[in-house]
Structure formats: structure tokens, C-alpha cells
């Protein structure tokens, strides 16, 4: 049960997501992004996994604080690491973030449950086995079948609703979307996804 390995493994991958300047995700044509797996390893070869974006795994970090803190220890004992990055944090200048530390949490979890055999759902208590879900709408765009306008986004709400969906969560335009933020259009999205899809949808 003991970690023998931290690992980080950055690869190029093809997504159609699309980041702006204030962190909002948006549809676009697809591109290649870097992506990374942070993998860590036990002396049983049993292996645990997280994906992050490159930044929150660079060397630097995995070496100067990750590896220090894992390699030796028992990995079921998450708390108690999780506690010892949490600790590091105040010394490592802003640099090692919680994003960094979540991203160790995930793949902790991964190998406890990879070594039992059994999902991680087990492992935190395996209370439901489903869980009710809304649909939750992507910003609004200016591309050809994306959310351009309020129809765009009453049509999508219909779908979602007939798809059995009994809740919708709206993002309505953001920068660099032209003419964005527009209250007046927001609010003409909110009230065409309503009486579209009213009663059943919020």
C-alpha cells in the first residue's frame, strides 16, 4: 500500500472548448490543447489517475512538494496527505494551489479504489445510485447552431426538457461574445426558455 511512484504525463489532445480572459468556457472550432495525468503508483502496482491542465502539474511542483509528501507513504491514509500539502502551501510562494492539491486528492481516491477492486462511489459510502440532474446550458456564442440568440437558447431548453430534464441552468452571453453583457438579451433568453418549456423546467 505504499506509494513508490509520482508520475506526470503530458500529452496533446483535440477539443472544441474554448477559454476567455474571465475563465468562461465557450464552443468553438477544434483545436489541440496540452493536457496531463498525474498517475501515482504503489509498491502492489495498483495505479491511481487524475487529469489537470499542465500548469497545476508543472515539474516543479511535483518534485518540490507532491513527491516529498507521497513517495514512502500509505496512500490510504488520504487526510493525513492531504493535510501535509496543505501545510506546504504556506511555503511554496502561491505556487502550489488547491487545484494542484484536489488533483492529488482524485488520483488518491482512483488508487484506493483501483487496489480493492471496487469504485470510489463504494468507498465514500455508495448511498445513491443515481442522482437527479439538470441541464445546464453553455454560454451563449455567435456561432451557426450555437446560442445566438433567444431562440437558440428556447429551442435547446425544449430539447432538454423533452429529453426528461426537470431543471435548466442558463449561462447567457459573455465577452468576447459581441455586444455581451447585454441584460436586455439575458433576460429575453430567460423568458423565451420559459414559456417554451414551462411547467417543468426552472
Known amino acids: 500500500m505504499i506509494i513508490t511512484d509520482v508520475s506526470v504525463t503530458t500529452f496533446l489532445t ?5 477559454v476567455d480572459s474571465a475563465g468562461h468556457a465557450h464552443p468553438g472550432p477544434p ?17 491511481g489517475y487524475s487529469f ?9 511542483l511535483i518534485e518540490a512538494h507532491v513527491r516529498p509528501v ?13 493535510q501535509a500539502l496543505a501545510h506546504r502551501q504556506r511555503g511554496s510562494a502561491g505556487q502550489l494551489s488547491d487545484r494542484t492539491l484536489a488533483a492529488v486528492d482524485v488520483a488518491l481516491w482512483d488508487l484506493a479504489g483501483r487496489s480493492l ?35 437558440d437558447y428556447a429551442r435547446f431548453a425544449e430539447r432538454l426538457v423533452a429529453r426528461g430534464y426537470r431543471g ?15 441584460v436586455r438579451r439575458d433576460l429575453q433568453a430567460c423568458a423565451a426558455v420559459r414559456e417554451r418549456s414551462a411547467p417543468t423546467s426552472i
Do not use: N
Request: hydrophobic content about 35%; charged content about 30%; proline content about 10%.
Open 168 to 182: 435548466i441552468k442558463l449561462h447567457t452571453w459573455m465577452p468576447p461574445v459581441a455586444g455581451a453583457p447585454d
Open 14 to 18: 483535440t477539443t472544441r472548448r474554448h
Open 117 to 151: 477492486g471496487i469504485p470510489v462511489c463504494k468507498l465514500i459510502g455508495g448511498y445513491r445510485d443515481k442522482v437527479p440532474a439538470y441541464g445546464s446550458i453553455m454560454c451563449g456564442d455567435d456561432l451557426e447552431g450555437g446560442l445566438a440568440t433567444p431562440e
Open 70 to 82: 507521497l513517495i514512502g507513504q500509505d496512500h490510504r491514509d488520504r487526510e493525513r496527505l492531504w
Open 31 to 47: 483545436h489541440r490543447v496540452r493536457q496531463s495525468l498525474l498517475t501515482l503508483r504503489s509498491e502492489d502496482g495498483a495505479e
Open 52 to 60: 489537470a491542465p499542465p500548469e497545476v502539474l508543472r515539474p516543479f
